[in-house]
């Protein structure tokens, strides 16, 4: 976690590490398994390149997340020139958190939300939709930033960008088998089994990719209520927040379905799904329920007015 005035999360820190640990095993476990299967074969070969295939993928993640994110939203960087509100919003937080300032972001979408990116707080973007510009107060911008802010901070975005590599591997290797491209359709190896290869490797991929999917969903729910949490502590005003997710959430299901659709690749890096209703209880879900988060920020206003008093 980058050193920051922003409240320290070691719940998220241990969650970031065993998450790492066991996607990088399952990663290994893949690769083994299919040495396994395919080291007798004529297909023993292609299981190093699965390997770097996998490797290739979290390097490329890592090195372009901001680009690739960017690109994404169809997002421009902007100056202070340009945006000098939004960048002075910012100016503001990162002096509070003392840490430094990311590059800042706009894109011409009418879907209110925010997201941060990048493979360093040196690195780093925070980008906003010209939707959320105009359907919040500044108040409440301002405490979107500070939750997007405590994600660079916390450094959980460049963990769920990475971790994604094992999920993305195991896809390809599931497409590929399910089309019998990978090993040679129905072949069977030199031990008679009784089950083609490609269907082995159909099998194992599918249970890497579902086991990367649940670990990813559940890291992500519990990074989004840590960065209410860091935020509202920094700005002190969680009924901010509060609000602008009941904005957002409200604002999504003015949106049409099809403009939704085109940006829920960005789902999991969103302050708020770009996805209608607001009852997110499901093992699929990216974010928690907006009743869980409006619950956390009711607490913590409840301490911050007992400490004030």
């Known amino acids: 976690m980058a050193r920051s005035r922003f409240l320290p999360d070691r719940g998220l820190t241990a969650r970031m590490t065993l998450v790492m640990f066991l996607l990088g095993a399952l990663f290994v476990l893949l690769v083994g398994g299919l040495m396994a299967l395919v080291g007798s074969s004529g297909y023993g070969a292609l299981v ?36 000098p509100e939004l960048h002075g919003m910012i100016d503001r937080l990162c002096a509070m958190a003392d840490m430094p300032k990311p590059r800042v972001g706009i894109a011409d979408s009418a879907i209110p939300n925010a997201f941060a990116t990048g493979r360093s707080p040196d690195r780093a973007v925070v980008c906003v939709t010209t939707g959320i510009l105009n359907t919040l107060t500044t108040e ?97 005003k969680p009924q901010a927040l509060a609000s602008a997710l009941q904005k957002i959430t409200g604002e999504m299901n003015t949106i049409p379905t099809k403009d939704l659709r085109a940006s829920q690749a960005m789902n999991a890096f969103f ?22 988060r409006l619950e956390q920020l009711a607490e913590i206003q409840a301490d911050l007015s007992r400490r004030t008093t």
């Open 271 to 292: 302050i708020a799904p770009a996805i209608k209703g607001v009852a997110l209880r499901t093992l699929t879900s990216t974010h928690p329920s907006l009743e869980q």
């Open 140 to 236: 409440e911008l301002e405490g979107v930033l500070a939750h997007e802010l405590s994600h660079v901070a916390h450094r959980d975005v460049l963990v769920m960008t990475v971790a994604s590599s094992a999920g993305i591997v195991a896809g390809m290797l599931t497409q590929g088998a399910q089309y019998g491209a990978f090993l040679g359709g129905g072949r069977r190896d030199n031990n008679n089994s009784p089950l083609p290869i490609w269907l082995v490797v159909l099998l194992v991929s599918m249970v890497v990719y579902a086991v990367s999917f649940v670990l990813l969903k559940l890291l992500s729910r519990y990074r989004e209520l840590s960065a209410d949490r860091a935020g509202a502590y920094l700005t002190m």
């Open 48 to 83: 190093p390149v699965v390997g770097l295939i996998g490797i290739g993928v979290a390097v490329y993640q890592w090195w372009s997340s901001d680009t690739v994110a960017m690109r994404a939203m169809r997002a421009r960087e902007v100056t202070p020139q340009q945006a």
